[in-house]
């Protein structure tokens, strides 16, 4: 087994079945892979909709769990403890996949000795339209596009590939430990942080991260994540997520050092936006930055 695609879902089956339906669509062989989808304690009919799915596809080997302990780091490391593949990716059940994922992920690993973990491309769908307050800003924090071209390369120091698109070489956590359980999103909890610890990690220990620009995906944005009342919650939590991780990494006097960094960028570029007549991208990207800032002065 080459590969193991993991996809933790809770309470999204109709999402989780598209996101499926991209799967099946992949054109590698599908003798030389599998799918892991982890049910993170739904209440929803999600059993019963992989079940069907399977059905439709005998020749598929999707595989799936049930993890009681909800939290997505632990949905994430139950799939990972279960892998057979000797790559190892992740995907969110609000995604599609390009049919090149797979093999792109598995051509890549075996070209690349070296590489440990890599990520691929995000492309943003928004289901009622893109809104007319985004700004690349915003934009990262809703649906964390990614293009970085289209050859191969290492991750700039300041990236780290998406949550939602990510692989790793199986072998990497022979040497250590996989996502934290007390970072990342748990029911309807917006905290997160689990990636960035992750990723802090592994760079810790000498990996580069590479991005492989045809292993892409889709995020699907659904209308209830463009609204105020989820902007402002999932700023504010994006704070306690930063404020989370540096008490974990003993770094919080550095973090409010990088905020009030952060804030006289945001004045800058929303007095620019003020002056070309985009009053809505100004408004809302200090709206932002206000939320984050509660996140990381809460305790």
Known sequence: MKLSLIIATYNRSQSLIRTLHSVAEQTFDPKAWECIVVDNRSTDDTKEQVAKFCKLYPDLNINYLFEANQGLSAARNCGLSSAVGEIVAFVDDDETLESSFIGSYIDFFATYADAMAAGGGVIARYDN???????????????NPIDLGSRVRSFPSSRIPAGGNMSFRRSLFDHIEPFNTQLGRCGTSLIGGEESELFGRIRSIGCTLYYVPNAAIYHHIAPEKVTDDYFDRLAFNVGR?????AELNNSTRMLHIKEYAKWLATEVIALTYNLCGKPLQARYLRRMRRGIGRGIRTA
């Open 129 to 143: 339209g893109r809104p007319a307050w985004m700004s690349p800003y915003t934009e990262q924090m809703i649906a």
């Open 241 to 245: 997520s930063q404020r989370y991780r």
